[in-house]
């Protein structure tokens, strides 16, 4: 069974930054892709960043790409996602999923974790 507990979330101001992290159970956290996902008050959950298993390959969606770096430390079964230049329409529940590959496809990704809130505000 995988558990993935994410953290870091919290308040912050427009133009600062977070780090979040994600935390996974198990033996087999190398062997797999990792993406954030974040779901928006009263929208759907998109997609946000993907890194490979080994961290050589990362995408982010355009809406964050270069203010947003993902991460990850397999020795700590741990995948971060560093948000700087936070906006006001970052916030959003973050959560971790473990997939196949670099992928923006939500159903790709068999376990998610309970999410974790962000809130930016202007």
């Known amino acids: 069974q995988v558990q993935l507990v994410e953290s870091g979330g919290g308040l912050v101001q427009a133009g600062g930054s977070l780090r979040l992290s994600c935390a996974a159970s198990g033996r087999t956290f190398s062997n797999y892709a990792m993406g954030w996902f974040r779901q928006p008050p009263g929208k759907e959950r998109e997609f946000v960043a993907a890194i490979s298993w080994s961290g050589g390959s990362t995408h982010y969606a355009d809406s964050v790409k270069g203010r947003f770096i993902i991460s990850r430390d397999n020795t700590k079964s741990t995948v971060y996602l560093q948000m700087n230049s936070l906006k006001p329409e970052d916030t959003a529940v973050y959560y971790c999923?473990?997939?196949?590959?670099?992928?923006?496809?939500?159903?790709?990704?068999?376990?998610w974790g309970q999410g974790t809130q962000v809130t930016v505000s202007s």
């Open positions: 999923a473990r997939g196949p590959g670099v992928t923006t496809r939500q159903f790709a990704y068999n376990y």
